[in-house]
């Protein structure tokens, strides 16, 4: 599995976008990149994941650079309930490999 | 569909101590997963589990057992607790896709509400 590397924390307002980063540089072809996501006194909860392409769903997009050594998670509009910290993970099994995750703070 | 459960909520033990924490899945999940959570750190892999009856270690597997006699199954045991398993510990199971051993595909997991251990 690939070491993944996050920011330790971010900040946005309320109805905003957010844009978090990932760089994820020895990732190999067959590793998939996933996000979750952990609300407070909660599980991990999955948010989306990829290969090559980027991806939308109900709950964010997932752009991955051309190279495939770097993503970031869009929320495209925050609300105070995406306070939460987000894990960037590149693997290719079951295994799952958590980082110390990127904690958001959205300001109302 | 409760999806994973897990028993106790919360626990107290002294050192030396054991208990076992149970984790249920009700998805027919064939992976099951045990992780501990340290304050203001990530999740930790202590065991795993790809089927019933099979067991395997993660990365912090020492001072734990584990066992998987049914499917839905997942039981984490402390035989002797110690202060440094003080922690929240994690199940979590996922779906056993087809192909997977040809190309590696992504996994979803699910993951339980938790149990907060405490060990004096």
């Known amino acids: 599995d690939a070491k993944t590397t996050q920011p330790n924390s971010m900040e946005s307002n309320e109805e905003e976008p957010v844009h978090l980063p990932c760089n994820h540089s020895?990732?190999?072809?067959?590793?998939?990149i996933h996000w979750y996501r952990q609300l407070p006194s909660q599980g991990p909860e999955y948010v989306i994941h990829?290969?090559?392409s980027n991806v939308n769903n109900r709950m964010a997009s997932l752009a991955i650079a051309e190279d495939r050594k770097s993503s970031t998670l869009i929320l495209h509009r925050a609300t105070l309930r995406d306070a939460a910290v987000y894990y960037c993970?590149?693997?290719?099994?079951?295994?799952?490999?958590f980082g110390a995750g990127t904690r958001l703070f959205v300001k109302a | 569909n409760a999806g994973v459960t897990q028993t106790p909520k919360f626990r107290v033990l002294k050192t030396g101590q054991s208990m076992t924490l149970l984790c249920a899945q009700d998805?027919?999940?064939?992976?099951m997963y045990w992780y501990r959570q340290d304050p203001g750190m990530g999740l930790r892999l202590i065991h795993y589990?790809?089927?019933?009856?099979?067991?395997a270690k993660g990365e912090v597997p020492d001072g734990y057992n584990v066992s998987r006699l049914k499917k839905q199954n997942f039981l984490l045991g402390l035989e002797s607790a110690a202060p440094s398993q003080t922690s929240v510990y994690f199940c979590?199971?996922?779906?056993?896709?087809?192909?997977?051993?040809?190309?590696?595909?992504?996994?979803?997991?699910?993951f339980g509400p938790g149990t907060r251990l405490t060990v004096l």
């Open positions: 979590a199971s996922s779906a056993l896709y087809e192909g997977w051993v040809v190309i590696r595909n992504y996994n979803e997991q699910f």
């Open positions: 020895t990732i190999s072809g067959t590793d998939y």
């Open positions: 990829g290969l090559t």
């Open positions: 993970i590149a693997h290719g099994g079951f295994k799952t490999i």
């Open positions: 998805m027919n999940h064939e992976y």
């Open positions: 589990s790809v089927g019933e009856g099979t067991t």
